[in-house]
């Protein structure tokens, strides 16, 4: 039995910062470094990039290869992420030219076969959108699968000293190097809870800093916040977990972090990869140590029989105004604009879509900013020039000929184009998962089997406790923490207890009901509720409050990333 296999994260998103993979190969001991590009917005901007510039990847990838590619060869560090996206064949070409530049030998490989846009005539007609069920129609932009980690695998297999990838799932960066290291067995079910431990440890790492103190409801307790280090997964044979940092950086890893980010951006316990599916409700968090929390006791099930597909379309062009209304009669002078606006445009029809949205201040606030309300005016349209300047300057024209006060928060602009997201599900068998090697030779990576029996549920956590909770006029926050994100068109909203008595309160008072009468944009829509007694937790999946997707939404908090938190400032009614 090996030593557990220290995987490192450097990159949580497309813009994270460019110093963290130099800070982690030099900060201490790991054996691979990984780091994720790939939301689905991401997929958008690298399709639109590819258009313009002829290549999809993260350039800024690059950028990191070149600071610590020297450093990483000397230690024997592999490195495997997913920026490779929409060319991950032309990205690992790049980083070889640029390693001979350097005088450097490297092994690069590559895997992709998730790109499903130019086999879409033939099997995009049976796509079904996972959240409406209405059939695909229309052409994409962008259509990826997400793979898993067998691909990584094979290339770590054949001695790839970098591997990058297409759209696998973000887990997937720390299952394939875990199963590499341990060999675990991917075709049965024996390793099957190793498996889904990895996956919990990816899950967990994925988004950097946030596991290590960042975004963290208890920020006041997170030391050196300014510059916070970025997680290690300590990944063991059976599976389980040291979630840790570099010793000496900022942030803070105890069984909080680790629960905000296990409640990240989730749905149902039974979380889904395609290499197995994880149970939620199994997991256990102990605190270890000072910065060392231990994952362990996951169950895992077999990889369910179809991929999820990441659609991008183009949804037309969108533009926004502004409109600042200071002191009394905020409301009046909110509507008498809008009439005035759509006058003059010829009526709200003009536009596919119209979405005006009034925040109304105290007038009697001690500041001009703070009496100041807004009023948000957004319009869409299939014609860039009818969302473009003959809707921003309308509104401008406006200036001396309306509501006392007028004054806009910017001038006329231009439209801007927006996408829209749909996910789907496709047969694996539409899926051709492939593994360029260092050689330059090609492997087809074949599917895992199909039929594997699943095991039986275990039973469910139970909390023995007298139930303490926020009182009649007091806020959640003052009991509770939470964390919140994103899923295409839906957000979901984890809010977890420190005790059991807290998570007794929560089990028993906070219902889906509650959550639509505490936040008033769920009010009209679905709102799933599941519990994680394990972690002490709650879990609402909200559909629908992000519209067609982060990159068609025009939510305030178009990624719900501040979710949470207003749930968490919400009087308890009582």
């Known amino acids: 039995m090996k030593r557990p296999v220290r995987i490192a994260n450097c990159s949580g998103f497309f813009g994270d910062r460019l110093a963290a993979a130099q800070e982690m190969v030099e ?13 689905e917005l991401t997929m958008l901007l690298l399709a639109r990039q590819k258009m313009k510039h002829g290549t999809g990847y993260a350039r800024t990838f690059h950028q990191q290869m070149e600071q610590v590619l020297p450093t990483v060869l000397d230690k024997g560090i592999k490195v495997v992420s997913n920026a490779g996206g929409l060319d991950p064949v032309a990205s690992a070409q790049a980083i070889r030219e640029m390693a001979a530049d350097k005088g450097l030998t ?35 932009l962008s259509a990826n699968a997400y793979l898993g980690a067998r691909g990584i695998v094979a290339a770590l297999q054949a001695g790839a000293d970098v591997v990058v990838t297409g759209r696998v799932t973000d887990a997937a960066l720390a299952i394939g190097p875990a199963a590499w290291w341990h060999d675990w067995d991917l075709d049965s079910t024996q390793d099957l809870d190793a498996l889904a431990g990895s996956l919990v440890a990816g899950h967990v790492i994925e988004c950097g800093a946030q596991a290590t103190g960042g975004n963290y409801a208890f920020f006041r307790e997170v030391p050196g916040l300014e510059h916070v280090g970025f997680p290690i997964a300590e990944v063991e044979a059976d599976g ?60 895992g099930d077999p990889a369910p029989a179809k991929l999820k597909v990441c659609i991008n379309l183009e949804g037309g062009w969108r533009n926004r105004m502004s409109f600042v209304l200071s002191g ?20 709200k029809q003009r536009f596919d879509e119209v979405d005006v949205r009034f925040v109304e201040a105290p007038s009697d606030a001690p500041t001009q900013e703070q009496a100041s309300g807004r009023l948000h005016i957004t319009v869409k349209s299939g014609d860039e ?14 200036a001396l000929a309306n509501y006392p006060g007028f004054f806009a928060t910017g001038g006329p602009s231009e439209a801007q184009s927006y996408g829209v997201y749909w996910p789907a599900l496709v047969d694996r068998a539409d899926v051709t ?35 303490v909770g926020p009182a009649a006029g007091e806020p959640l926050g003052a009991h509770f923490a939470a964390r919140s994100g994103d899923k295409g068109g839906n957000a979901n909203v984890g809010i977890y207890a420190r005790d059991d008595a807290g998570y007794a309160w929560l089990a028993a008072n906070l219902t889906a009901e509650r959550v639509q009468q505490l936040l008033a944009e769920a009010r009209d829509l679905e709102v799933r509720r599941f519990e994680l007694p394990n972690l002490r ?38």
């Open 385 to 398: 020039r009818v969302a473009g300047r003959a809707f921003s300057s309308a509104a401008i024209e406006l």
């Open 240 to 299: 389980s977990t040291v979630i840790t940092k570099h010793p000496g950086t900022g942030g803070v890893v105890n069984v909080g972090t680790v629960t905000a980010q296990l409640l990240y951006e989730i749905g149902a316990p039974e979380y889904p990869n395609p290499d197995v599916v994880a149970r939620f409700d199994t997991i256990q968090l102990t605190q270890e140590g000072p910065d060392r929390v231990r994952i362990s006791g996951i169950k």
């Open 106 to 140: 490297v092994k690069v490989a590559s895997v992709s076969g998730d790109d499903l846009l130019p086999r879409f005539a033939q099997v995009g007609g049976q796509w079904k959108n996972l959240d409406t069920g209405e059939p695909f129609t229309g052409h994409p």
């Open 328 to 347: 009394l009669r905020q409301r009046e002078k909110a509507a008498w604009l809008e009439d005035a606006l759509f006058r003059r445009l010829g009526g």
């Open 433 to 467: 998962e492939t593994v360029v090697h260092p050689t330059g030779s090609r492997e087809v990576v074949a599917a895992p089997p199909r039929n594997l029996p699943v095991a039986p549920a275990t039973s469910s956590v139970e909390i023995a406790a007298e139930p």
């Open 537 to 574: 937790a709650l879990n609402f999946v909200i559909v629908g409050i992000l519209g067609e997707g982060v990159a068609s939404s025009v939510a305030f908090d178009a990624q719900a990333k501040g979710l949470g938190e207003y749930l968490l400032s919400r009087v308890w009614p009582g």
């Open 27 to 39: 900060g201490g001991p790991i054996d691979v470094l990984t780091g994720d590009w790939l939301a």
